[in-house]
């Protein structure tokens, strides 16, 4: 009974450096998304997707590309790190737009 | 532009008190409306949902929300606080630009002292 997994669960990358963020889900969920939490500002959608093939782009999509191959995987791309960067980044997935979100524990990175 | 205002940063509550936790939206529909709580370290977790029908909604851990439309309202209260609900709460809603984007407040930090 996995629900929403997320990797790595840490990460320290260095400015320009570009990494892929990884998430899948076992729940057939078709809606998933991207958002990205920092200190007192809450949860900011940063991609979602609402099926293999469908993706658009959230509140702060900017530095950010996302995937959706399959209905499982919505992996999150940073091409160009950058320390605005810097934040939690969490997973979520439901499966309808209108039913609560499951979430990954989070990937904390951090881009010195 | 849809948002949600959580107006209580932190809150500090004694072990056994009354908690209330403020949550107003601003949506031109009917919302559907969340809160969900975070413990250190750990993803979110729903609390309760409101969608239709009653407006007293209940939810685990002893959680119970009403929503006012008159007020544009969801606050979250419990008769009774424990330690163990020391954490973060957040009330979600869906954005104006597409039910899809559930916009999050900023939370509110809940700390319980005995």
């Known amino acids: 009974n996995a629900g929403v997994t997320q990797t790595p669960k840490f990460r320290i990358l260095k400015i320009g450096q570009s990494m892929t963020l990884q998430c899948a889900q076992d729940m057939n969920h078709n809606y998933m998304y991207w958002y990205r939490q920092d200190p007192g500002m809450g949860l900011k959608l940063i991609y979602y997707s609402v099926g293999a093939g469908i993706t658009d782009k959230g509140e702060v999509p900017n530095g950010y590309n996302v995937s959706r191959s399959t209905t499982e995987d919505f992996p999150l791309r940073l091409e160009l790190a950058a320390p605005s960067q810097t934040s939690v980044y969490f997973c979520a997935s439901n499966g309808a737009y209108n039913s609560p979100l499951h979430f990954g524990n989070g990937t904390r990175l951090t881009v010195t | 532009a849809q948002s949600v205002t959580q107006p209580d940063i932190h809150i500090t509550v004694s072990e056994g008190a009354s908690l209330e936790l403020r949550c107003n939206y601003s949506?031109?529909?009917?919302?559907?409306l969340f809160w969900y709580v975070q413990s250190p370290g750990q993803g979110l977790q729903l609390l309760l949902k409101y969608f239709s029908g009653d407006t007293l909604v209940q939810g685990i851990k002893g959680f119970e929300a009403e929503f006012k439309r008159s007020q544009s309202s969801f606050n979250l209260r419990k008769p009774s606080v424990h330690w163990s609900d020391a954490a973060e709460y957040f009330c979600a809603a869906p954005n104006s630009g597409g039910y899809q984007k559930v916009t999050f407040g900023t939370g509110t930090k809940l700390q319980v002292i005995p």
């Open positions: 949506y031109g529909a009917t919302p559907y």
